[in-house]
């Protein structure tokens, strides 16, 4: 029951009134109290304002129970709950590092204050700050058009666990704009995807017949499967399938400063998936397996077993970093374009969608949780896609595939 509190002047006449009602508890187990202030209008009889507090009263009391008025708990403190009662059950470690260095950031611009006083515009607030010169710490530059978004993904996160937890009834993040502009500070403009041509990879395939073998190894494997570097880096001897053709991608090789290289499960439910590997890929991967097993038997004891086809030295699992360092100084000593590790899987999937096959089988190939996913990362090539396939009919009807 709401508690009407009258607050009266020097005379004796009442000028306002103090409601007080309960809101349940808070994530201390303590009784919430919220309070409620109103002033009657001057032209309003002292019978009327007592008629309209006790309607006041009841509405606000209604409010409280259903969850309108929400729990005073500071930011930070919501923060450290979804950390521990879901971030920390539920992400991958990668993603665990990358969320508690954006609440370094967060933490200190939006911590102190209340979850329920927390604004669209304190957030846009914030997510300007990093679209400033300094924001990155390292370089001085605004941050990336995607760290900010990944910052802004992370306040929406914890206010969606503060809604599940009836702590707030709304998210103020879905009217917060990310700034256009770039990490030079200027207007940003979307990346082009850059992707070898089919004439580059045959080039690159020149480029990989001198190179070590375990490069040669990793991206052939890059290019004739479109796997992400993790899954390439997590595959072991038994996942190889030498006499069907295939290889089984069921985890991913990963590193953190805090663990270091550690296993994980793949990015997806079906990113976990069988690929079809060529004869000649099957070929490269015999003699790989030759040449390893040799290399083991010469080091002896040295050789730490982990089953893992792209080691170090001694048979622990290859750095993730490794590959792409190697990559990058091979195409500058070659004058070749370096677009990346992930570049090879833009171009397996452009080549898969040129040559017709539809998106659900696209999707499964690279992994992909839909293939929602998979059209709108490359809806630009479906696009092509499907102008050719237009264009068949009038090439059948004009006569033009005889010429």
């Not at 309607?55 to 409010?63: N, Q, V």
């Not at 002896?300 to 086809?309: N, Y």
Request: hydrophobic share 35%; glycine share 6%; net charge positive.
């Amino acid at each position: 029951m709401a508690y009407i509190e009258k607050r009266k002047n020097k005379k004796g006449e009442v000028t306002s009134y103090r409601i007080r009602a309960y809101c349940g508890y808070d994530v201390h187990g303590k009784q919430m109290v919220r309070f409620k202030s109103w002033k009657p209008p001057e032209n309003m009889s002292a019978k009327q304002a007592e008629k309209e507090v006790q309607r006041i009263a009841i509405l606000f009391e209604e409010e409280c129970a259903h969850g309108q008025v929400t729990a005073a708990v500071k930011f930070q403190k919501v923060i450290e709950m979804w950390a521990t009662e879901y971030a920390e059950l539920n992400h991958r470690s990668t993603t665990l590092q990358r969320e508690h260095l954006i609440a370094d950031r967060v933490i200190p611009a939006l911590g102190h204050l209340r979850i329920d006083k927390i604004t669209a515009r304190d957030i846009q607030k914030f997510i300007n700050s990093l679209a400033k010169p300094g924001a990155n710490k390292r370089n001085g530059k605004p941050l990336s058009q995607k760290t900010m978004r990944h910052h802004l993904s992370f306040i929406s996160s914890i206010f969606e666990y503060a809604i599940r937890l009836d702590m707030v009834n709304a998210n103020p993040c879905s009217k917060v704009i990310i700034p256009k502009v770039d990490a030079s500070g200027k207007a940003y403009k979307k990346p082009e995807k850059h992707i070898y041509t089919k004439e580059q990879a045959r080039e690159f395939m020149k480029i990989l017949r001198e190179a070590p073998m375990k490069y040669k190894v990793f991206f052939t494997l890059a290019i004739y499967t479109g796997c992400r570097r993790g899954e390439l880096l997590g595959i072991e001897w038994k996942n190889i399938d030498f006499e069907n053709g295939t290889v089984m991608i069921d985890h991913t090789s990963n590193y953190t400063a805090d663990k270091g290289i550690y296993s994980d499960a793949t990015k997806t439910e079906k990113s976990t998936r069988l690929v079809d590997l060529p004869t000649a890929v099957i070929g490269l991967l015999k003699a790989y397996k030759h040449d390893q097993d040799s290399y083991k038997a010469n080091l002896g004891d040295k050789w730490q077993e982990h089953d893992r086809l792209f080691t170090k030295w001694d048979g622990q699992p290859m750095h993730p970093n490794t590959p792409y360092t190697w990559l990058m100084r091979e195409c500058e000593r070659r004058n070749f374009p370096f677009y990346g590790l992930h570049s090879f899987r833009h171009f397996f999937a452009s080549v898969e969608i040129e040559a017709g096959v539809d998106p659900t089988t696209v999707a499964a190939m690279l992994g992909h949780s839909t293939p929602v996913t998979t059209m709108s990362t490359y809806s630009h090539y479906f696009a092509e896609s499907k102008r050719r396939a237009s264009n068949i009919m009038a090439e059948v009807i004009e006569g033009k595939e005889a010429g």
